[in-house]
C-alpha cells in the first residue's frame, strides 16, 4: 500500500483540512473549546504580568510614603522620585496592556459571536464577520489598540488615584512639615526653585488629569456598561 505524500493526509490536500473541520459541527465545536481555553489562558497570563507590575507600582509606592513621612528631616523630593517612578511603571504597563488586548479580543469575538448567540439566538450578532477576524488575526497577530488609548486606560482605571495620593503627601510635606516657611522654599530642590518644580508639577498633573477625563467621557468598545432602568434584570 502506498504512503501518502507529505502535502496530503487521508487523501485530502492540508489546505482543505479546515475546509472540512469547519464542515462538521462536532468537530468544529470541538476545538473552537480549545481555542477558546488556548486564548483564555494566555489573557490570564498576561493578566497576570499587568497585576504584578501594579503590585510592585503599589509597593514601592507604599515604601516611599512611610520613609518620606517618617522624619521631617527626610528631602520631600523623594515624593516626586516616586511620581516618577509609577510614570515608569505606567509605560511600561501600557506595552503589556496592548499586548494582553491581542488576546482579550479574541476571547470577546467567542464570548459575544459564539457563545452568546449559542444561548440567545434571537439577538442579532454583533459582529458578522467575526469568523474572518479571528481568522486573520490568528494568521497575522497585531496590535489592536492604540498607545493613546492603552496608555488612558491604565493611568484613569489604576494609576491616576495613585499618582493622586503621591502628590496629596508632596503636598503635605511642604506645607503642614513647614509651616513657617513658605511653599516657594520648602519646594524647592539642589539647583532648582520651588517655584519650577511645582509649575513642573503643576503641568504634568494637569496634562494627565486632561487624558484621563478625556477617557473617562470616551467609551470604548468592549468596555463593561451600565444596564438601562428597565432591563428585565432589574425587575
Excluded at 84 to 112: H, K, M, N, P, S
Amino acid at each position: 500500500m502506498g504512503e501518502s505524500s507529505a502535502g496530503e493526509t487521508d487523501g485530502a490536500p492540508d489546505g482543505d483540512i479546515g475546509e472540512e473541520i469547519a464542515a462538521d459541527p462536532s468537530d468544529m465545536v470541538g476545538l473552537l473549546g480549545h481555542l477558546y481555553r488556548g486564548q483564555m489562558d494566555r489573557v490570564t497570563t498576561w493578566r497576570s504580568r499587568l497585576d504584578q507590575t501594579t503590585y510592585w507600582a503599589v509597593t514601592i509606592m507604599a515604601a516611599i510614603l512611610t520613609w518620606a513621612f517618617s522624619s521631617p528631616d527626610n528631602p520631600h523630593y523623594l515624593l516626586l522620585v516616586g511620581m516618577g517612578t509609577l510614570c515608569v511603571f505606567l509605560f511600561v504597563e501600557t506595552r503589556r496592556y496592548r499586548a494582553y488586548d491581542v488576546w482579550r479580543e479574541r476571547v470577546r469575538l467567542l464570548e459575544q459571536d459564539l457563545f452568546a448567540q449559542m444561548l440567545d439566538p434571537d439577538e442579532a450578532l454583533s459582529h458578522d464577520e467575526w469568523r474572518r477576524r479571528i481568522g486573520d488575526d490568528l494568521r497575522t497577530p497585531a496590535v489592536k489598540v492604540t498607545l493613546f488609548t492603552a496608555f488612558a486606560r491604565r493611568l484613569s482605571r489604576v494609576y491616576f488615584p495613585f499618582l493622586l495620593v503621591l502628590l496629596a503627601a508632596w503636598l503635605v510635606r511642604i506645607t503642614a512639615f513647614e509651616p513657617d516657611e513658605s511653599w516657594r522654599a520648602t519646594a524647592a530642590i539642589p539647583g532648582v526653585s520651588g517655584t519650577v518644580v511645582v509649575g513642573v508639577v503643576a503641568a504634568t498633573y494637569l496634562v494627565l488629569a486632561a487624558v484621563s477625563a478625556y477617557y473617562l467621557f470616551w467609551e470604548p468598545s468592549g468596555e463593561f456598561h451600565e444596564r438601562e432602568q428597565s432591563d428585565p434584570w432589574k425587575e
